[in-house]
Structures are given as C-alpha cells and as structure tokens.
C-alpha cells in the first residue's frame, strides 16, 4: 500500500470516528447504556484501528523519505555528471578572451617563451617504461581523490634514488594527454580536454632542465593556448612575444608566475606535473616552490599540482602541508616483479643457455628481497647476471650483490679496462661542456666519438714544461663508445644533445667518487680545441687559388683525420674556442696554463707580435665576425684578450712596452666582454672612459659606453659611469643609431634607452 492509500484510510477512519462520536453523544442516557450493554467495544475498537493505522502511517512516511532522499542523490549525483562535460570544455565566454592565429605563429611565439620540447623526453620515458607497470599509482585511492576533488590540492610522489619515479610520473602524464607522441619528429601531445595541462621533466645534467625560470617558462608556453585549439592564444601571451627581440621583456619568475595565473583562470580546471623536483637548481628551488604556492592560493580556478622527488632531510613541500599527501613507491614492488618476470620469459624465448627452474625461482626472490624498491638497481644486476652462464656463476652472483646503487657502479667501472676508462672520462668531460656550455650541435653523437681520442700531453723543453695535443691512433666508432660507456651515458633521442646520463644515480656516483673529472671542464676543453686548431692549421695544405671557405665546402673531410681542417671536430673548434675562452674567463680566474695556452694561441703577448696563421684563417672563413656576436674581424691578439677578460694576457702585453697610446679602443673592447677586471686594469693604464673611436664596426658603440650598451653589458655599464664614462656623449659620425644618442634625447620605447637608465 502506498502512501497516498494509507493516509486515505486514516482519514476516512477519522471521519467515521468523528461521526460516531457526534452520533452516540446526541443519544439520551438510557440509550447509551444500552448500547453500551449490547456492543460495549464499539468506540474501542474505532479508536485501536484509528491507532493502527497512525503507526502505519508513520512507517509509510519515513519509507517515502527514504525513497526521496535516494532520488534526491541521484539527481544530484546527475546533475554533477551533466557539469563534467561543461567543465571540461572551455566556455563561449573562455572562447572570446583567445586570440586565433596561423598554428606556425603561434608554435614561433610560443618557441620565444620556451625552446625545450618536453614531449620528446616523454616520448623517451614512455619507450623505456616497461609494459604493464606504474598501473597502481593511477589506481590509488589517494591519487583518485586527489584528482577528483574540485579544488586545488599536491599531490607529491616520494621516492628515494632508483625507485621509478620518473616512469610513474609519466604514466600520470600520459593520463592527461589524449594523444600521445610516438615519435621525436611528433607534435607536441595535446590535452585530453580543454582543461590546461602542462608537465616538466627536470634534469640536473642539463642547465636549462634545472632551472626554476625555465621550468616556469615551459609551463607557460604549455598554458599559453588551448591544446584541441592549434590557432588559438591568450592575447597576453602573443602581446608579450610581440615586441621585437631587443626590446622583448625579460621573462623572470616574477613574470611567469603572474602570466601563469592568468592563463590557470582561462581554463575550469589545470594540472601540472613536475618530475623530479630534488633534481632542480638548490639556489633557486625555494623560487619554484614559492611559485607553486602562489599559483594554488592567487589563482580562482582550481590548479592540481603533482610533484615526484626525493625526501630530502629539510625539503619542503610545494605547498602548505595541509595540501600534501604522500605515497610510498614501495607500491611498485608488483611493478619490480612483473619487469623479473617479463625478462625471463625473454631469456628463455632468446638464449640457448637454460637455467634451471629452480635458479629462475632464487633469482627472482633475491632479487626482489634485496631491490629495496629500487627499479634502476633491479635492471643494473640483472644485466649482471645474464653475463653469466653456469648456475654455480649465478648463485654465487646473487650472493654477492651490491647493497646499494653506489656500489654498483662502482663495480661496473671497476670492471673496465684502463683504456675503457680513460674514453668514458672523456666522454663525460665533452659531454658536460656540451650541456653546460648550451652548445648544440646538429650530430653530437658522431662527433663524441672522434673528440674522446683527444688528450693533453706535457712535454718538456729548454722554456719549461710545454701542452701538446694527444691524439690517441685507434678511431673509436659509434658502436665502440656506446659499449664502453653503456652504463654511465647513453644515446638520447635529441642528436645535438647526442648523449646523457640514464639516471641521476649516475650523475651523483660520478660527482662523489670521480669529482676531478667536473673540475675546470670549459678550461680543459678549450685547450684541446686551441692547440686542435693550432696543429691542424701548422701542418696541413691549404690552397691558394681559391677560397678557403668554398675549398672546406666542397671537399668532403678524412673522416679519421682529426687534423684535416673540414673534419667536424675543427669546425666546433673554429665556432667555439672564444666564446669558450670568454665563459672561462668570465667564471673566474683561470688556471695559469689555460692562460699560457691561450697567449700561444693568440701569437703572443707582445706589441709587435704577428697574427698567427690560424687565426688569419678563421678571417679568410669568416668565422670571427659572428662568433658569439663578438666583431673581431680586424681585432688584434690584445683586443681579442681584452673582450675575453684575460688580465694575464693585458699584464704580460704591458710588461712587454703595450701602451694604450699604440691601441685604441681596448677600453671599448673590455666593455664589449663585460669584464670589470679588464676595464678596471686598462682606466688604471691611463684609458679614457670618454675615448671616442671613428670608423668603428657598426656594431658596437663609438664609445666604451656605447659598445657596453651595445653588448647589454649592465656591469660594465655601471662600472664605466661610476669612472666618468658621460652618459650623454654621442657617436663621432653621424649615423646615429637611437640607442647611440645621448641619452637625454633616446626615445622611451628602446630598449637601450631603459639599460642606460637603469644603470645610471
């Protein structure tokens, strides 16, 4: 019986009572008695079905409100299901504050905020994660309510060194992308909505993958517009790239977390995703988490946050520790168990050499007991143990295993010869000037081969000790160097990058037990490159009835001869050796056979030294007008110290009768490098900070200032006004350009104008 009937009911029984109440009290007295005598129950038992049928309602009711509570929640649990749709869509409203521009535009502005394309290091993790693993974290519970609740919240994956972190973030990442890129030549992977996403993977290797302004800058240009949208672009993102690269505002993390705000309340909802926050700069990590701080508390719509690094002792949390949850990465022993399981169904589907049953059996529980969680440590001595063949080798391998991952690699470097280790100290040393250095060349990969050949010998002489260049006889292929070095760097899927590291493990075994080979790196490189330079241009033939530049086009090099002057190793040797002598100078005081190595190079710190043939070859090539945008087609050996900061090299030109008087312009080209010692030495030889120059290259200034300002030297600038250097001087001739005009009448919108005033 429904509701409806039973309140029915009740009311016609408290109709009827009614009606026999009004009925029996109209009646005489004797007529009640006998009624009473007759049918004494009548009136009781109107008033117990009366009563019944009150409990009876009240059951009724109460299930009735049972029923519409439960509709009450499935409408509402409808109606929240109807909004995911809207929510994940950007909005009309949304739509009006994009901008649509041609998708090459928009790739070029975007490439103006950040050059590092994170899709082909995903690309890389994915091809290496091995199948069916990293499934737990997505199914977590605490991951589920992280991602499904509607506010901003951090999610941070705790990990210590070796346990996969990075292989679970990317399965976090893949989460979000609707299409994945499958190649290094693909797109980057669009969103699985139009909510905003972008993720970061930091390296501590590599310069700009540890920097917390680049990391910030990346997210930016991921954020900048709509994914399933390629035409599409916040206009404040295509208003800050539209201003000429000169005057284009510098993009600091001040900026980027503004810009980030902004871009978080175009979507309904965002997520980030940081890998490897312990991997990032400590000088400037407290800026990336206060930057995650300003985005969860400054932005209206909701931002996700998922951060994966290490528990380092005092590591603070990216947000407040009311948002923070953790999750142990012990989860994925499953994860270690099925990689086990998935290598030995492949050694016994590939090798001829069967273990027994009961050997598979012992190693896989050996090493799972022992792996501690760690992934990278599990794959390292399982490629151990297949080198070994008779199950006597193998058991005796499994009780000796190392504890940690330190201690194998220690192991593994302990096993290569002493040639093998001398090529992976090479290896690692050019790899690291690379990085450092944020050189790119197109082929590193090839070129890493022919460059770990070279060495520097000392060799006695009637002056004293003497660097000479050691070029080992044996050519070392791609092959070669991929086996020596298999365990400590390996191919990456950039070619300019060529080779990195496989895992910060190993990053950090070499930082502790070989620091020597990261001393003065840029130093030792650079001496190899100048006497590369100087052997191969002392003793090799070079034409002289054609142009130099068209006779190293047009013959192809002797690969094996690192001396032949078209071999690619001279090519990077005649493009980098300044600018390299600049950055060593520029970090410091150099050692003194650095600086022995390149006053010979130079020709020699004297007044009447002759330029070398070398370097009136780079003339012949071209090479010294565009060089680190240094002119120096017409410098001489001192002018080009000078732009380098070598002090030494400006001290023993003194000491030989060099004046200022015999060269104008050294103050000029001090402040072209930016070097306050250089400057600082040639104002106490007697230099003019107002020293104006006529027919100089119209690339840099008429006057020290000028070149400084030219150069965006900001130090030099400063140092120069504090010794009189008068802002206001104008060029000697009268091609005035407007960032060459006394500064009184430089126009507000150039940029210079704005560097000169803010150092002034």
């Not at 502005?109 to 997505?138: D, M």
């Not at 000796?400 to 593994?412: F, G, K």
């Not at 945008?629 to 900061?645: D, E, F, K, N």
């Not at 030099?716 to 091609?735: E, Q, S, T």
């Amino acid at each position: 019986m429904s509701l409806r009937d039973t309140i029915i009911e009740t009311y016609t029984q408290s109709l009827k009572l009614l009606f026999l109440s009004h009925k029996r009290l109209g009646e005489g007295g004797c007529m009640q008695l006998l009624r009473a005598l007759v049918d004494p129950h009548e009136v009781e038992n109107t008033l117990s079905g009366l009563e019944k049928l009150e409990v009876k309602l009240d059951r009724e009711v109460q299930a009735c409100g049972v029923q519409l509570s439960s509709a009450a929640n499935l409408q509402q649990h409808s109606l929240l299901d109807s909004l995911k749709q809207p929510l994940r869509r950007i909005d009309e409203d949304v739509h009006k504050c994009l901008r649509e521009i041609e998708v090459s535009k928009k790739q070029q502005v975007l490439n103006s905020i950040s050059k590092i394309q994170v899709h082909v290091y995903h690309v890389e993790k994915n091809q290496r994660r091995a199948k069916a693993t990293c499934e737990w974290l997505v199914e977590h519970k605490t991951f589920l309510a992280w991602e499904n609740s509607s506010w901003s919240s951090t999610l941070w994956l705790k990990g210590e060194m070796g346990v996969g972190k990075s292989f679970l973030t990317s399965k976090v990442i893949d989460r979000y992308l609707s299409v994945i890129p499958t190649g290094m030549g693909s797109e980057h992977a669009s969103s699985c909505s139009d909510e905003g996403f972008g993720y970061f993977y930091c390296d501590g290797s590599i310069p700009e993958r540890r920097n917390s302004t680049e990391i910030l800058r990346s997210f930016v240009a991921q954020l900048a517009g709509p994914s399933m949208n390629k035409t599409a672009i916040h206009p404040q993102i295509d208003k800050l790239c539209g201003h000429p690269d000169a005057s284009r505002p510098a993009l600091g993390i001040a900026s980027c977390k503004e810009i980030l705000v902004d871009l978080i309340n175009t979507y309904p909802r965002s997520t980030l995703v940081l890998d490897a926050l312990d991997e990032c700069e400590r000088e400037s990590r407290s800026d990336l988490i206060d930057a995650f701080r300003h985005l969860v508390t400054s932005a209206d719509k909701p931002v996700k946050l998922f951060v994966s690094s290490r528990p380092e002792k005092g590591f603070p949390g990216p947000v407040s520790p009311g948002d923070l949850v953790e999750i142990s990465t012990k989860d994925n022993e499953n994860d270690i168990a099925r990689y086990i399981d998935e290598q030995i169904e492949k050694r016994r589907a590939t090798d001829d050499i069967e273990w027994s049953q009961q050997l598979y059996n012992k190693a896989r529980k050996t090493l799972l007991d022992k792996s501690g969680g760690m992934f990278k440590w599990t794959q390292l001595q399982w490629e151990q143990l297949l080198r070994s063949n008779h199950e006597a080798d193998v058991l005796g391998r499994l009780d000796t295993l190392p504890n940690d991952l330190s201690a194998a690699y220690s192991e593994i470097y302990a096993a290569l010869s002493d040639y093998d280790q001398k090529i992976l100290r090479r290896a690692v040393v050019w790899m690291t000037w690379f990085n450092d250095s944020r050189r790119y060349v197109s082929n590193m990969s090839e070129i890493l081969p022919h460059a770990v050949r070279l060495h520097l010998v000392t060799t006695n002489s009637a002056s004293g000790e003497v660097l000479r260049l050691g070029i080992d006889p044996d050519p070392v292929s791609v092959q070669s160097l991929d086996a020596i070095c298999r365990h400590f760097l390996v191919r990456t899927a950039f070619a300019w990058q060529g080779y990195s590291y496989p895992h910060v493990s190993v990053l950090e075994f070499l930082e502790c037990h070989h620091a020597d080979w990261f001393d003065r790196v840029d130093e030792h490189v650079g001496e190899l490159m100048m006497l590369a330079l100087q052997e191969c241009y002392t003793r090799c033939q070079l034409p002289t009835d054609q142009s130099m530049r068209v006779w190293i086009q047009s013959h192809p090099p002797d690969e094996h001869d690192i001396m032949d002057p078209r071999h690619e190793i001279q090519d990077i040797a005649r493009d980098y050796w300044f600018g390299n002598a600049v950055q060593v100078h520029r970090r410091g005081t150099p050692t003194l056979q650095f600086t022995e190595a390149l006053t010979r190079f130079l020709g020699g710190a004297s007044p009447q030294a002759v330029i070398p043939r070398h370097i009136d070859i780079f003339r012949q090539l071209e090479q010294l007008d565009n060089v680190y945008h240094y002119s120096l087609s017409q410098a001489t050996p001192i002018a080009m110290a000078c732009v380098a900061g070598s002090v030494a090299f400006l001290n023993e030109w003194t000491r030989n009768g060099g004046t200022a008087r015999d060269e104008p312009g050294l103050l000029a080209r001090g402040a072209q490098g930016g070097s306050i010692a250089v400057c600082s030495r040639l104002i106490a030889l007697g230099c003019n900070p107002n020293e104006c120059l006529i027919d100089v290259p119209e690339d840099w200034g008429s006057t020290p200032l000028a070149t400084g300002t030219e150069y965006r030297n900001v130090k030099a600038i400063k140092f120069l006004l504090k010794h009189g250097a008068d802002p206001n001087a104008p060029r000697a001739n009268k091609k005035k350009n407007p960032w060459q005009l006394p500064l009184v009448l430089a126009p507000s919108s150039c940029p210079y104008y704005s560097m000169r005033a803010q150092a002034l």
